[in-house]
């Protein structure tokens, strides 16, 4: 088990409040409502199964007509974003 709480540069100079990744717990004081767990569908990254992804509470459908569905993997050793193209595309 693995948690990220990430915060914006204004926050931290604000508030004081600093980004945290945690491994085997997560603090219940970094949110607020339920937790909703995942299978691992792909283990040597952490992959889950991805249904779609929701921007303003608009659906994107990124994942309607992908014959294998879609996964993702959540990776704190990055500062890139990477995505298929099909993914991109919906989007841009």
């Not at 990744?21 to 792909?42: P, Q, S």
């Not at 929701?54 to 974003?81: E, H």
Request: with cysteine.
């Amino acid at each position: 088990m693995f948690s990220f709480y990430l915060t914006s540069v204004e926050d931290e100079k604000k508030y004081g409040i600093k980004s945290d990744l945690t491994f085997g717990y997560f603090d219940k004081t970094k949110f607020e409502g339920d937790i909703h767990w995942n299978d691992i569908a792909f283990q040597y990254m952490f992959g889950v199964k991805l249904d779609d992804i929701k921007v303003n509470g608009k659906s994107l459908n990124i994942c309607q007509n992908r014959p294998n569905g879609c996964m993702v993997t959540f990776d704190s050793g990055t500062s890139l974003m990477s995505v298929p193209t099909f993914a991109f595309h919906s989007m841009a």
